[in-house]
């Protein structure tokens, strides 16, 4: 059964501490992306990856950072110089030609 | 500077009348455009989507029209559902070819029984 799967559901997290999120999919797509979703406000994308190896910056890329070693998998790090890491994130990941497919997102909470 | 908006935060419809979800872009480059819904809790599931040589998509009680000049699309649900009642977000994509979709700030639909 194919799909997208994040991880942990519910995240916590100290102040100053670097927090990483899951993410992996089974598509055999290209493409994945970061989205970080505030209450009443839309998707806002955090950072995207057309191809292994590669990824590029999204509108609020700013004390994240991702990595995409794998073409399953593309974790997010929440850094400590998010100064406002409070949200819910969704991961997707797209094919070509395809709408993009959405995980069912983690929500991180400062402690 | 919102390039994708839906100014409706939220919509109430009776169970078995028609939904009207609206969205407006300012970029005249995006040439594809997607309905996305999400629940609570989860990540929002593909609905509907329409290419900019189109005018109108139809997949059974969900049409997305999109009207180029007025840089303008609709949702319209028929008839309206209990179980459609969720955040309904629009997204569009710019020039062909391109990976990246740009999200409204979404609609919350409610339809009353």
């Known amino acids: 059964d194919g799909g997208i799967t994040q991880s942990p559901k519910y995240l916590f997290r100290k102040e100053g501490q670097n927090v990483t999120l899951s993410c992996e999919q089974n598509?055999?797509?290209?493409?994945m992306y970061w989205y970080r979703q505030d209450p009443g406000q839309g998707l806002r994308l955090i950072y995207y990856s057309q191809i292994v190896n590669d990824f590029q910056k999204g509108d609020i890329a700013e004390g994240y950072s991702v990595s995409r070693e794998k073409k399953e998998s593309f974790p997010l790090t929440v850094t400590s110089a998010q100064k406002n890491p409070t949200a819910f994130y969704l991961c997707a990941s797209q094919g070509l030609a395809q709408p993009q497919h959405f995980g069912d997102g983690t929500r991180l909470s400062i402690l | 500077d919102q390039q994708v908006k839906q100014n409706s935060p939220s919509l109430s419809v009776q169970e078995g009348r028609i939904s009207i979800l609206n969205c407006d872009y300012t970029?005249?480059?995006?040439?594809?455009f997607l309905w996305y819904k999400k629940y609570p809790a989860e990540g929002p599931t593909f609905l509907i989507s329409?290419?900019?040589?189109?005018d109108k998509n139809e997949d059974g009680r969900f049409t997305v029209f999109l009207n180029k000049s007025a840089k303008h699309l609709s949702l319209h649900i028929v008839p309206s559902q209990p179980g459609d009642s969720a955040v309904y977000f629009c997204?569009?994509?710019?020039?062909?070819?391109?990976?990246?979709?740009?999200f409204g700030t979404g609609t919350r639909l409610k339809v009353l029984a």
């Open positions: 329409i290419s900019s040589i189109k």
């Open positions: 598509l055999n797509h290209d493409a």
């Open positions: 970029n005249s480059m995006f040439d594809y």
């Open positions: 997204a569009a994509r710019g020039t062909s070819g391109t990976y990246k979709y740009i």
